[in-house]
């Protein structure tokens, strides 16, 4: 580097505009200056090295950028994005676990509002039976009895207890919210026959059931797979529990 200094000194004086009155000693000195220049920076050297046993990358690096096209319309084919990939059952219970979603807070509310039902204090109506008879399977085989009063009240009697009231007044005692039979009896209360049998023995495991799933699915919301199967689940056990409050 020293060297380089002590050239370019001597070569500033020789050629200098003030020292050298031949014109062409201008041109030169501001030779002088850029050889320099790009000597005395590492950098700069380096990449004049490159040039010197490159001479071909300049050009390349220098490729001019392919002419605008001149229609206005024109546009550009993008390259291929690739193979597009099908989507995976979990995308596709992502997407649509927004519209099965509220089937678990139906559950939960259902739920709810027969528990309530249920706790609350039941009502009784004095009625009298207009009609009494058995339903029975294809071969016939004996499946229930089917009350009537003469209020319009309908419902199902099983194990052939309906054949001991006959016609006569009968005391029934229900929900207040669904209206749900619960026990169906005479007015002395001498003979009583449990109804409501959503609300007892086996069947009492559907409404639990959907309890359970609903409230597990309400506070498990970033689990989109176990929602989305809950969900499906409290779809099928609200119409099964639908059917049993207001058909059995």
Known sequence: MAEIKRAYRRLAVLYHPDKNPDPRAHALFQEVNEAYDVLGDPEKRQTYDLRLANPFAEILDQAPAPP???????????????????????????????????????????????????????????????????????????????????????????????????????????????????????????HVVRLAYIYRGALSLFPLVLFIISLLAIMLPRRTEFVFNASIVCGILIVILLYLVFSI
């Open 68 to 190: 605008a096209h001149r229609d206005p319309a024109y546009r550009r084919r993008r390259p291929n994005p690739g193979v597009r990939r099908d989507p995976t059952p979990r995308d596709l219970m992502g997407q649509y676990l927004p519209y099965f979603r509220w089937l678990t807070v139906v559950g939960l509310v259902l739920t709810v509002f027969l528990a309530i039902d249920l706790a609350l204090p039941a009502r009784e109506y004095d009625d009298e039976i207009a009609e009494i008879y058995s339903v029975r399977g294809r071969r016939g085989a004996y499946r229930y009895h089917v009350m009537i009063t003469t209020s319009g009240r309908n419902f199902r009697i099983y194990e052939r207890e309906a054949t001991t009231f006959h016609e006569q007044p009968i005391r029934i005692v229900a929900t207040p919210i669904f209206s749900t039979e619960l026990s169906v009896s005479n007015r002395e209360g001498t």
